[in-house]
């Protein structure tokens, strides 16, 4: 009997073991599980020198294993009021949008996992998060028969099932000015740039935007974009900096670096009927989502130059596109045909500023797969400089399939060993 009741009270610890560790470990795991005598870390990303630099490909190589991770959780919140309508399609009236600049985003949140590591001259990042759809279907441009008229999906989504946006990412690191970081940034990261309720909104503005609390502060901004850095290959970097109408919904303090832009949205707008459709298609191509430089200029793409009253557009080699035969191919939502909002290019490749922020970028069904590399100092004095022994506060953003709404993990620290 006492044999019998020992073995029920060890079940009993063991089963409450189990449940305890269960508890205590973290959501999510994007890659393998981690080697406990590496750890992980909710706020701290250690970059240590690799015996080795990864191949650089979007792959994760062996010697991803010896870097511990990062494991947080990027949460969409509340980003103040829209005051007036964003979207053209809700011709001014606020009704048709959520009052929230983020809803219908607001309340998700996307897991994630960030490893780092560094050779003596390039930092090298390993970026991974859930998200079971790789999304591209950015604004893309259907017919209305009701209207007769051609349209781009909204940009900003007005419900849950309006989302038409590309996957992406941020982050944010401050930069050093006569030695000193922005005030406050090492406490607050991407959360001191943001302000909300800003005056007097004009159309195409926000009530909250990006700028230096004080003048001569800058941060570095990485914004990787699916679509518009599919060829490019980077992120789209840039920096944030103080703008004199601080206080205004004017008041845009995000700016590129030096060198060529790698994406354009123009669009064609008929001279005689006013009608608006995309600058360039692609005959009866279908699930596309962008448009090279490469297939305008060897004729592929072709130039739209006429948008009839009832929908028909010709193009420059004089074919026709006559969306009422295929009413379905070129539906809101889902039409197959739809064209894309935009032309993207290589830009620098890596070879300027603008671009000098490699990404190798894989959605793998269950989430994205990313590798980023850098030089520590890029000799451009609107990038950060990562400095080997020392740390540096940063924060990051994940945008699923949205324009501006996104998931934020701030308050976050690198440190680079030697």
Known sequence: MKTIKLFLALLVVASLLVNCTHDDAPDYSPSDPVDPGIGESLDTLLVKRFSAAPVFDGDIDEVWSEARPLKNTAHVTSAGDRIITLNSSSNGDTSLEPTD???????????????????????????????????RDRQSWYFDPATSQWHGENKYANHLNNKFYEDKFAMMFPIKVNGAYPDGFAGGTCTTTCHTNLADPQPGEKGTRHYMSNPNELVDLWHWKRNRNVLSQSVDDGYIQYEEDAGMASANGRKSDEGTGMYSTAKFTDPETGLNAPKYVIKDREDYYWITDTEIANGTAQLVVDVAVNGILTLENGEIIAPNLDLTAYSQGFGSKRFPSITVNPGGAGNDFRSDTQVRAKHVGSGWQLEIKRKLNSGDPTDAIFVIGEEIPFGLSIFNNAAIAHGMSNFLTMRIEE
């Open 101 to 135: 600049l983020f809803d219908p985003y607001t309340g998700e949140s996307y897991n994630y996992s960030l490893r780092g590591g560094h050779d003596g001259e390039y930092l090298y990042l390993l970026f991974e998060w859930e998200d079971n759809q790789d999304s």
